[in-house]
């Protein structure tokens, strides 16, 4: 009995000690991202209002569960630059086609954007302007969101760019610091 009584609390120390210690090692192996698919918010209206466009990026990766679940392993070259393309004319008199507009899109990817769940909708986390989202380098899922802010410059009371409704086609285009290059295109239907 008191060799049980001594042992006892020798066990539940190292079983304490075991589950205090934090193994940071990754699950699964290390995941390269290997394309790009971009999708709107709302792919089955015909039109979506400017206020409330919304580019998911779909970033593909050689690993699934990655992909699948999330990014507990490490990616292997990081994102260099993001940039966003318009591929139309009529997005705003300064705004020719094929310009850079990437400074009226804001980014987050803190939790999984889905359409169908409201909450989470309101609930995204930080938004970051696209330099600010790069420079950090990493990135939590591997479905970031782009939200165009509709504003000819970020701040209180800019002017709005879209006033008309306009057919419209963006290209995103993402840089890894290896200097792998995936891009892809969308089009839609803008409504003040």
Partial sequence: MKITNKILPIILLCMLLASCNKDNTPYGSEYEINGIELKTNDSSKDTISASQFVIKMLLKSDNKYAEEYGLEPRLKSKISDIKVEVLSDGLHPSIAKNDDVSRFFVIDDQVYYDENDYY????????????????????KSLKPVLYFTNQTRLAPKADVLITDTLALA?????????NRIFSDQISTVLIP
Wanted: aromatic fraction near 18%; proline fraction near 3%; charge should be positive.
């Fill in 170 to 178: 963006f290209k995103v285009e993402l840089k890894l610091e290896n």
């Fill in 120 to 139: 989470n909708y309101y609930k995204n986390g930080l938004y970051r302007t696209i330099p600010e989202y790069v420079s950090r380098g990493v990135i």
